[in-house]
């Protein structure tokens, strides 16, 4: 059974940084897609990063390039990905939901929520201004 745990939300300023991380399991973590996704009150859920575990190929949403990195674990910290977020601004206040998918959805399915078969329970994240 694919579990998804996230961890590392919370409440931050401004200019702040947050780092998220999603532990997986029941899981072949390599070659495979992990994403991070965010649903803000009212709104529909988008995707942040996306990562290849197989190449380390990374995809971002224009609204978060240059602040966010999407990162996979060292040998010491296995199956998990990082989201560090810099530079947090009040819009970026939502839930923040860790997803996968078998293979490479490619790059047009990257941040698309659609391609991603599984999905975490969410942390919060939320920036004062």
């Known amino acids: 059974q694919v579990q998804l745990v996230e961890s590392g939300g919370g409440s931050v300023q401004a200019g702040g940084s947050l780092r998220l991380s999603c532990a997986a399991s029941?899981?072949?973590?390599?070659?495979?897609?992990m994403g991070w996704f965010r649903q803000a009150p009212g709104k529909e859920r988008e995707g942040v990063a996306a990562?290849?575990?197989?190449?380390?190929?990374?995809?971002?949403a224009d609204s978060v390039k240059g602040r966010f990195t999407i990162s996979q674990a060292n040998a010491n910290a296995k199956n998990t990905v990082y989201l560090q977020m810099n530079s947090l601004k009040p819009e970026d206040t939502a839930m923040y939901y860790c997803?996968?998918?078998?293979?490479?959805?490619?790059?047009?399915?990257?941040?698309?929520?659609?391609?991603?078969?599984?999905w975490g329970q969410g942390t919060q994240v939320t920036v004062s201004s």
């Open positions: 997803a996968a998918a078998l293979g490479w959805v490619g790059p047009l399915g990257a941040l698309q929520v659609n391609w991603y078969k599984y």
């Open positions: 029941g899981y072949t973590y390599s070659s495979n897609s």
């Open positions: 990562i290849y575990t197989g190449g380390g190929s990374t995809y971002y």
